[in-house]
C-alpha cells in the first residue's frame, strides 16, 4: 500500500488535465484538483524516500529518471508550440481556387482595421466549415476576435440578439453589431465594414434616359457593379432629375451612358448639384448616344465624336477585338496611384481635356490607348477606320478634374471622372483586367476617402474533375488490381532472392 500511495495524486492530475482540455481552460476546481494531485505525489514521496534514494542508486533508475525528464520535455515543447500557434496561427491553402483563406482584398480591408471586431458563431455545435472560413478572418488581423456561443446554454443572449437558426454570426464592434445568417466571405466582410465605418455613404445613379439599370442583370447591366458597391458598404439607388433636385444624402452622382438629351429643367438641377462638394462620374459612350458635350466642356473635358480601335493587337491575348481598347498608361493621381494593371474599355468615345476650363480646376487625363490606336466610325456593324489620313491615339479613355468651391466645408471642391465608355463596368465586363478596381478608385476618390474599399463578390470555385467513363474504368483497375498487387509482388521478390 505504502509503495502505491503515489496512484491517486497521479489519477488527480489526469482527471484535472482532462477537464482542463474539455472544457478549453483551467477554472477553479481542475486547479485545485491538480494542487490536490502534486500535495500527494510529494507525500508519496517523502514518506517512501528511503526506497526513492536506493532506486536511483540503481543504473535501471538512473535512466528512467533521464527517460522520464526528456518525456517531460517534449511534451512541455510540443505545449509550446501549440500555444505559439494559437496566438500566432499559420495555415496554407494548396487549393487552386484559394477557397480555405480569405481573399487578397478581404486581408487588405481587415490590415486596415482601426477598432476591435467580433465574430461570434451561434449554434449547437461549431460548424467546421464555418469555423475555418472565421478564423482565416482572425488569422488575417490581430483586431479580429472569434467566438462560439452555445444556443441552448446562453438563450437570453440568443433571444436579445435575434438570432432564430444555428449558424448565424454577429459582427460586433463596440456597442454595434450586425446579423449574418448566410455568412459568406463577401457577407462577413460587408457586416465588418458595416460596424466599423462611421457613416455609409450613397452612390446615387440618374435614371431616365436609357441608362444601365442598377438590378439589370443582363451582359450590358449592372447587377454586379451594384453588389460590389453594396459589399463595400455603400448604399446604392437610382434618382429622377425630373422629380426633383439631387438628394442631399447623395455621395456620388453617376451618369452611366444615357441614351437621350436630358431636359432643360434636368439640366438646371444638374448645375446645381455642381456646386455642392460632392462628386459626380459620367460615362459617355460613342454616337449615337449622348455626349453631354456642352454641359462637360465647362469643366475642360470634351467629348469627341467616333469609336476607338484598337490597331496593336494586344486585346487579342485576352480575347478581345479591335473595337475593345486597352489602357496602360496612367496620369499621376490619387486614383491610379500605385495602380498597374490595364483596364479594358468596350466601344470606347475618346475623350479631349482642355489646358483650361471655363470653370477653373485641373483637368488631366486619367487613362489612355496605346499609340496604336485609331478613331472609326461605325456604319451599321462595321466600323470604318482611316489609319493613313485619320486621328491617331493615344487617345484619353478617361479624364479627371476638381473645382474648389467657395464656403463650403471638406472637401471643398466638386470632384469628377468623365469616362469615355459605361461597358467596362457592366455585367460582362467588370471583373475583366483591372476594371473593377479602376472604377472603386475613382468612387472612393469621389466621395472623398483616402483609400478605396474593395470586397470581392466573386465566389470560391470548388473545382472538380469531370472524369469520363474510360478514365473510371482504368482508375478502378489500378485501384483495385494493380495497387493491392504492388507489395505481394515486391514481397514475392524478396523472398525468392533471400533464398538464394
Known amino acids: ?194 460596424v466599423t465605418r462611421d457613416e455609409v455613404r450613397t452612390i446615387c445613379f440618374i435614371t431616365g434616359h436609357g441608362e444601365r439599370g442598377i438590378a439589370d442583370e443582363g451582359a450590358r447591366g449592372f447587377s454586379r457593379l451594384t453588389a460590389t458597391l453594396e459589399a463595400a458598404n455603400y448604399k446604392v439607388e437610382q434618382v429622377s432629375l425630373l422629380e426633383g433636385d439631387v438628394p442631399d444624402h447623395c455621395s456620388v452622382l453617376v451618369i452611366a451612358g444615357p441614351r437621350e438629351p436630358f431636359a432643360d429643367v434636368e439640366m438646371q438641377r444638374l448645375d446645381q448639384y455642381r456646386k455642392s462638394a460632392r462628386g459626380v462620374a459620367v460615362m459617355v459612350e460613342p454616337d449615337p448616344s449622348q455626349s453631354m458635350g456642352a454641359w462637360l466642356t465647362q469643366f475642360g473635358i470634351e467629348p469627341e465624336p467616333g469609336i476607338i480601335v484598337d490597331a496593336s493587337g494586344t486585346g487579342r491575348q485576352i480575347g478581345a477585338g479591335p473595337e475593345v481598347p486597352l489602357a496602360f498608361t496612367y496620369g499621376d493621381h490619387q486614383i491610379t496611384r500605385d495602380f498597374g494593371v490595364a483596364t479594358l474599355f468596350d466601344g470606347a468615345r475618346s475623350l479631349k481635356v482642355a489646358e483650361r476650363a471655363p470653370l477653373g480646376g485641373r483637368p488631366m487625363a486619367l487613362a489612355s490607348t496605346t499609340e496604336r490606336s485609331f478613331v472609326g466610325e461605325r456604319t451599321g456593324n462595321q466600323i470604318r477606320v482611316d489609319t493613313k489620313g485619320g486621328r491617331k491615339g493615344p487617345f484619353v479613355l478617361a479624364a479627371v478634374t476638381s473645382l474648389k468651391l467657395a464656403g463650403v466645408n471638406r472637401p471643398e471642391e466638386l470632384r469628377m471622372v468623365v469616362y469615355g465608355d459605361a461597358d467596362f463596368i457592366s455585367n460582362a465586363r467588370l471583373w475583366s483586367q483591372g476594371n473593377r478596381d479602376f472604377f472603386l478608385r475613382s468612387i472612393a476618390w469621389l466621395a472623398g476617402e483616402e483609400q478605396a474599399t474593395i470586397v470581392s463578390v466573386e465566389g470560391h470555385e470548388n473545382r472538380r474533375i469531370q472524369l469520363t467513363e474510360r478514365t473510371k474504368i482504368w482508375m478502378y483497375l489500378i485501384n483495385v488490381g494493380f495497387l493491392p498487387l504492388l507489395p505481394l509482388t515486391l514481397g514475392i521478390i524478396a523472398f525468392l532472392r533471400s533464398k538464394r
Open 1 to 194: 500500500m505504502k509503495k502505491y500511495s503515489y496512484l491517486p495524486g497521479f489519477l488527480l492530475l489526469v482527471a484535472a488535465a482532462i477537464r482542463s482540455a474539455l472544457d478549453g481552460a483551467w477554472d477553479s476546481t481542475g486547479l485545485v484538483m491538480a494542487a490536490v494531485g502534486g500535495v500527494i505525489i510529494v507525500a508519496s514521496i517523502i514518506w517512501n524516500r528511503a526506497e526513492v534514494m536506493e532506486w536511483l542508486r540503481d543504473p535501471r533508475g538512473v535512466f528512467a529518471v533521464v527517460t522520464g525528464i526528456s518525456v517531460v520535455a517534449v511534451i512541455a515543447v510540443l505545449i509550446l508550440v501549440n500555444i505559439l500557434v494559437w496566438y500566432r496561427p499559420w495555415r496554407a491553402d494548396l487549393t487552386a481556387s484559394g477557397r480555405n483563406v480569405v481573399t487578397a482584398e478581404t486581408r487588405a480591408l481587415l490590415e486596415r482595421l482601426d477598432r476591435d471586431v467580433v465574430l461570434r458563431q451561434f449554434g449547437a455545435m461549431a460548424d467546421p466549415r464555418l469555423d475555418q472560413r472565421l478564423a482565416s478572418f482572425a488569422g488575417a488581423s490581430r483586431r479580429v476576435r472569434v467566438e462560439f456561443v452555445d444556443t441552448g446554454r446562453n438563450a437570453d443572449l440568443v433571444r436579445d440578439l435575434g438570432v432564430i437558426r444555428n449558424g448565424t454570426v454577429i459582427v460586433e464592434a463596440g456597442d454595434r453589431h450586425r446579423k449574418v445568417e448566410d455568412p459568406t466571405e463577401t457577407a462577413l466582410m460587408s457586416a465588418v465594414l458595416h
